[in-house]
């Protein structure tokens, strides 16, 4: 058994929250950028004063480490991400990153030697805002590698990529460097769920068996513009006709037919987008998940042939592309009982569930056994300044992400 | 009878085409702009240059006058407008503008007396593009005033409506200034249908009975904008679905049960816009149009309920308000059976029919008997470069128009 100090995690939780933060009470540190540089900054120093070795990957992916008794076994590995969306909340990665701290400090605190090292990860740019993709951080740690065209990347602001993650890894002159990716035995991260069911539960701990797959659609239908006044029906080929009728019963079938199922229209654009004209275009992105790779097909084939057959009922034609194809994930059965266990030790009610969002575990999960520990969020708020978790929520997240560490970690 | 000549109709078209003449064999003239006033320093010296009289108004509506027996009558009024979209055709507005003239010049060639004075007018800024609303010219001239909240008016270009309409009343020195308004015996206006119907049914001649009513209503639903791959169904209150639902109905409902209604939606837009949000709130535009003021009321009542109750079933609150509110108008019997008359005498084959879009005869119509002649397009185009009127089309329109003046300002 291991204590953590719930005050001590909440006060950090707040301390991490004043960089970067918002008038509304959240935060804007966004990848690379100077408050990014600032918390890592605070992470390094708070780690480097238990004593804890600070080591850095050329992607800014920063590591503080606590040495186990056989040091040179592959190091378990717990954490998050530090950088936040524009308009972000206080919980999103910090929540993660610093309840891993948490438990290096409880170790440490307790005198609790360990087998094997751990580890504590806060990965570079989970988010993506600043820099597209996200999660690049732990994709470059999974692959060895950073990808060549990363190298002409410009952030949203207009800066250079590569000139900020050079001054990112200035920022931190007392860490080593180390290559990228190295052997991991197992990897575990606390998050927010970014979603309400745990809250509409009341079941404090999420036991993430997978990350749903996630397809991104562009579809283009075209018509014909015309004037809406004086063009009758029989003379209309309307493409936002045809889509709606499409949309409309996807809307109808898709998720009420099958719960784990997700159909999504985000963003729709009509050309000329005049009041009084029929239009001659319209655009829209479907964001289709599902944690079955084959429903995923199924679902793109229907989404396909539905706006396929409604385009040409009002004789347009139809285009549709894949902009994002990101298969479903499994996470390590063996990680997600190690999690109810602690769950179970600690009194805690747990519940197995998906991740609808991606995480840096989808990547990690790519070369070592990994899993997640999700808490609830009120409202299902997340990627938003209200973003709250009730302090009892966070201290339960780390105590369950200590006690199976401590499993994971070896402690015979 | 009187004969008009079609080659020099045609070629004055082609002239006034090369004012503004964009790449694509289109016009860009817009209302008060440089190039609107070339082309009415043209027309007003092809007047001048056959002795008639040059006129313009406090609106820069411009009257080109021929003298009747009994000058003093109300005139017959005939015209349309020279202005274009900012990527026009060459025809919309011109070609009843040119074959206004070209029926004064026939008049004058065959040296025909008419009892009443013939007038042609080019109203001003009929397409309402560079400045709002449309058929500014023909408004102020039916009322009498121009709108005071008109004088602090911008173009798109941000160039002041005062001194755009000061700038083009100077630019034609040669005109005598006349009141807004006067006492009109009749207006009759050439157009170009700006509809596929007459080329369909292959019949060079419409008669146009009247303009629908339009409405325009802006819709607004909201609901809450949520993650798309952690938001399961029962937690989403999904906006676009709603939006999608009601729409769909109503395509499927509205114009295929009556074939004088006009249900269009040019415009949604959706926000926050993301591909992996689910909308906080989409807005939509609706066009409503149909030739009985009843109908459109029950039809602005069925769309409005038709998404309130879509709104409500995704737990989605909706907003709907007029923004453009243009009642039905029904021209003259009279002129209309003028304009048959005229027709038959010349064997081209018409039809009665109803003009979906606004045209100054609307505001005309107020103040005196209007009626207008439709002419074929091809393939429906307009507000297009691409609009095409077959010269032998233009000739038949200017040939009915003679033949019905003739009758109307009186020859006995």
């Given at each position: 058994?291991?204590?953590?100090?719930?005050?001590?995690?909440?006060?950090?939780?707040?301390?991490?929250?004043?960089?970067?933060?918002?008038?509304?009470?959240?935060?804007?540190?966004?990848?690379?950028?100077?408050?990014?540089?600032?918390?890592?900054?605070?992470?390094?120093?708070?780690?480097?004063?238990?004593?804890?070795?600070?080591?850095?990957?050329?992607?800014?992916n920063?590591?503080?480490?606590?040495?186990?008794?056989?040091?040179?076994?592959?190091?378990l590995l717990i954490g998050s991400h530090?950088?936040?969306?524009?308009?972000?909340?206080?919980?999103?990665g910090?929540?993660g990153t610093?309840?891993a701290?948490?438990?290096?400090?409880?170790?440490?605190?307790?005198?609790?030697?360990?087998?094997?090292?751990?580890?504590?990860v806060a990965w570079?740019?989970e988010?993506?805002?600043?820099?597209?993709?996200g999660c690049?951080g732990s994709m470059?740690f999974a692959?060895?590698?950073?990808?060549?065209?990363?190298?002409?990347?410009?952030?949203?602001?207009?800066?250079?990529?590569?000139?900020?993650?050079?001054?990112?890894?200035?920022?931190?002159?007392?860490?080593?460097?180390?290559?990228?990716?190295?052997?991991v035995?197992a990897y575990l991260e606390v998050h927010i769920e970014q979603?309400?069911?745990?809250?509409?539960?009341?079941?404090?701990?999420g036991v993430v068996g997978g990350i749903q797959?996630?397809?991104?659609?562009?579809?283009?239908?075209?018509?014909?513009?015309?004037?809406?006044?004086?063009?009758?029906?029989?003379?209309?080929?309307?493409?936002?006709?045809?889509?709606?009728?499409?949309?409309?019963?996807?809307?109808?079938?898709?998720?009420?037919?099958?719960?784990?199922?997700?159909?999504?229209?985000?963003?729709?654009?009509?050309?000329?987008?005049?009041?009084?004209?029929?239009?001659?275009?319209?655009?829209?992105?479907?964001?289709?998940?599902?944690?079955?790779?084959?429903?995923?097909?199924?679902?793109?084939?229907?989404?396909?042939?539905?706006?396929?057959?409604?385009?040409?009922?009002?004789?347009?034609?139809?285009?549709?592309?894949?902009?994002?194809?990101m298969?479903p994930c499994t996470f390590s059965?063996?990680l997600q009982?190690?999690i109810?266990?602690?769950?179970?030790?600690?009194?805690?009610?747990?519940?197995?569930m998906l991740s609808g969002a991606f995480h840096d575990a989808l990547f990690v999960n790519r070369v070592a056994p990994a899993a997640m520990i999700f808490?609830?969020?009120?409202?299902?708020?997340?990627?938003?300044?209200?973003?709250?978790?009730?302090?009892?929520?966070?201290?339960?997240?780390?105590?369950?992400l200590?006690?199976a560490?401590?499993?994971?970690?070896?402690?015979?």
């Amino acid at each position: 058994m291991i204590e953590i100090d719930g005050n001590r995690l909440n006060a950090r939780i707040d301390a991490f929250a004043a960089i970067g933060a918002t008038q509304k009470g959240g935060v804007n540190r966004q990848a690379l950028s100077e408050g990014d540089r600032q918390a890592r900054r605070l992470l390094a120093e708070l780690g480097a004063a238990r004593g804890f070795s600070i080591v850095q990957d050329p992607m800014a992916n920063l590591f503080i480490r606590r040495s186990g008794r056989q040091d040179n076994l592959p190091p378990l590995l717990i954490g998050s991400h530090l950088d936040s969306q524009p308009s972000g909340g206080r919980f999103d990665g910090a929540l993660g990153t610093l309840s891993a701290l948490e438990v290096l400090e409880s170790l440490e605190d307790a005198g609790i030697e360990t087998d094997r090292p751990v580890v504590v990860v806060a990965w570079t740019n989970e988010e993506g805002c600043r820099f597209a993709p996200g999660c690049m951080g732990s994709m470059a740690f999974a692959s060895g590698r950073i990808p060549p065209e990363w190298e002409t990347k410009l952030a949203t602001d207009g800066a250079p990529f590569v000139g900020e993650l050079a001054a990112t890894l200035e920022s931190l002159p007392m860490a080593d460097m180390v290559g990228l990716g190295f052997p991991v035995h197992a990897y575990l991260e606390v998050h927010i769920e970014q979603g309400p069911s745990l809250e509409a539960s009341d079941i404090p701990i999420g036991v993430v068996g997978g990350i749903q797959g996630t397809r991104w659609l562009d579809v283009t239908v075209t018509g014909q513009t015309a004037h809406a006044g004086t063009t009758a029906l029989a003379y209309r080929r309307d493409p936002l006709r045809a889509l709606t009728a499409a949309l409309s019963s996807l809307y109808e079938t898709v998720m009420p037919a099958d719960p784990d199922a997700r159909f999504t229209i985000g963003r729709i654009t009509v050309e000329p987008g005049s009041v009084n004209a029929i239009p001659e275009q319209v655009r829209c992105t479907v964001d289709l998940r599902h944690p079955d790779q084959g429903r995923l097909n199924d679902l793109e084939q229907r989404v396909a042939s539905m706006i396929a057959t409604e385009a040409d009922r009002q004789r347009c034609s139809a285009l549709i592309s894949r902009s994002f194809d990101m298969p479903p994930c499994t996470f390590s059965n063996v990680l997600q009982q190690a999690i109810e266990l602690a769950a179970k030790d600690r009194n805690l009610k747990s519940a197995s569930m998906l991740s609808g969002a991606f995480h840096d575990a989808l990547f990690v999960n790519r070369v070592a056994p990994a899993a997640m520990i999700f808490v609830p969020c009120r409202d299902g708020l997340s990627h938003n300044e209200a973003e709250y978790v009730e302090p009892r929520h966070a201290v339960a997240g780390c105590e369950v992400l200590a006690a199976a560490a401590l499993r994971l970690a070896g402690n015979a």
